[in-house]
C-alpha cells in the first residue's frame, strides 16, 4: 500500500512563531482535538516525529486462510516476522490433527507465540512480546555466543565422538533460530514505526544491519550443526591439541571480525587476514593427514567466509564517517 503524503503550508503567527495544521482524517483517527497533548521528537536526519502524549501499542491481527494458502508453518513464520500480534488458522472445514500438529510444532521456533483459542475450524495464536522492552544488541550478543559455542562443541567432536555433544550443538542451534526470528520481527516492526525505532536506539540504516548480521549468524550456527552431522559419519579421530588449534583460529578470526562490526573499525580487518593465513595452514596440515578432512575444512573455510561478510558492513559506516570531516 503507497503512503500519501499529506502537504502542509507553514504559516507565520504571532512574533516568528511557526505554524502547520494537522491532517484532519489522522486527528480523528487518534482522537487529537483542542487540548490534546502531542509530543514532537527531532530525528537525527531532521525529520519530526508527532505522535499522542499518551499512546497504548496498538495490536494488529490477521486470518490465514489455508483453504487458499495451505501453507501452516510458512504461514504462521510469515505473520510472525511481519509483526502481527493475532495470527489466525482458519479452514471453511474442521482442522485435522496433522493441521493442530503443524500449529504446535512452529511454537517451539517462534518466542513469545502461543495458541489462546481453538475451535473446531479455528485455532488462534498471539504474540506476548513487547517489542519495546526489548533490547536489540543484548539479543544479537546471545547469537554470537550460541554460534560461538557451536562452533567449539562441534569440533570437539574430532577427537571424540560423542552424541551427547552432538545433540547439545542441535539445541543450541533450535535457540538461534528462535533469536533469529524475534530479531527480524523486531527490526522490521522499527523500520515500519520510527517511534518504536527511537526507542530502541537504533537508526532505519541500522536495522538493515543488524538484519543481515543476524542472518550471517544463523547461517554459521547451520554451518556448525552440518559439521557435527558430518563427523558423525567420518573415521577421523584427531588429536586434541589439534582440535584445539583449530577452535582457537576459528572464535579469533570470527571474533575480530565481530568487534569490527561493532566497534565500526576496519583496522581489526588486518588481524583477522593474519589468523586467516594461520587457519589455512592448519587445514592443509590436517588434509594430508586425513584426506576426508577435506569435507570438514570446506565447510570451516565457508563459515570463516561468512564471518567476513560482516566486514562489509563496516566499510559504508568508515566512508560516511570520512566524508562529514
Not at 288 to 306: A, C, H, Q, V, Y
Request: net charge neutral.
Amino acid at each position: 500500500m503507497k503512503e500519501s503524503i499529506a502537504v502542509r503550508v507553514v504559516q507565520e503567527i504571532g512574533k516568528g512563531s511557526l505554524m502547520i495544521t494537522l491532517p484532519k482524517n489522522w486527528a480523528k483517527k487518534y482522537g487529537i482535538s483542542k487540548g490534546s497533548l502531542l509530543g514532537i521528537k527531532e530525528r537525527e536526519d531532521g525529520s519530526l516525529i508527532i505522535e499522542p502524549q499518551i499512546k497504548q501499542r496498538r495490536s494488529s491481527s490477521v486470518i490465514l486462510d489455508l483453504d487458499k494458502c495451505g501453507e501452516i508453518t510458512s504461514g504462521i513464520i510469515g505473520a510472525y516476522l511481519l509483526g502481527f500480534d493475532t495470527i489466525t488458522l482458519r479452514r471453511s472445514r474442521n482442522l485435522s490433527v496433522e493441521d493442530k500438529e503443524q500449529a504446535r510444532n512452529i511454537l517451539e521456533k517462534l518466542l513469545g507465540l502461543e495458541i489462546i483459542e481453538e475451535k473446531e475450524n479455528e485455532i488462534t495464536l498471539k504474540c506476548f512480546i513487547d517489542e519495546s522492552f526489548l533490547n536489540v544488541l543484548l539479543l544479537f550478543k546471545r547469537m554470537n555466543s550460541l554460534v560461538i559455542e557451536m562452533i567449539e562443541l562441534s569440533l570437539r567432536l574430532l577427537s571424540k565422538y560423542e552424541e551427547r555433544l552432538a545433540k547439545i550443538v542441535a539445541k543450541r542451534d533450535d535457540e538461534l533460530d528462535r533469536l533469529y526470528f524475534l530479531m527480524i520481527r523486531i527490526l522490521r516492526s522499527a523500520v515500519s514505526n520510527p517511534s518504536l525505532s527511537d526507542s530502541l536506539g537504533l537508526k532505519p540504516v541500522e536495522c538493515l544491519d543488524y538484519r543481515i548480521a543476524a542472518e550471517i549468524l544463523e547461517k554459521m550456527g547451520d554451518l556448525a550443526c552440518q559439521l557435527a552431522d558430518k563427523i558423525k559419519n567420518l573415521n577421523i579421530k584427531l588429536e586434541e591439541r589439534a582440535v584445539r588449534s583449530m577452535i582457537n583460529v576459528l572464535k579469533e578470526i570470527h571474533l575480530e571480525n565481530f568487534l569490527a562490526f561493532m566497534s565500526r573499525r576496519l583496522d581489526r580487518m588486518l588481524s583477522a587476514r593474519v589468523l586467516k593465513s594461520k587457519a589455512t595452514s592448519i587445514f592443509i596440515s590436517m588434509e594430508k593427514k586425513f584426506p576426508s578432512m577435506r569435507e570438514i575444512t570446506g565447510d570451516l573455510n565457508k563459515m570463516i567466509d561468512l564471518s567476513e561478510d560482516l566486514l562489509d558492513l563496516v566499510l559504508p559506516l568508515e566512508l560516511e564517517l570520512r566524508e562529514t570531516v
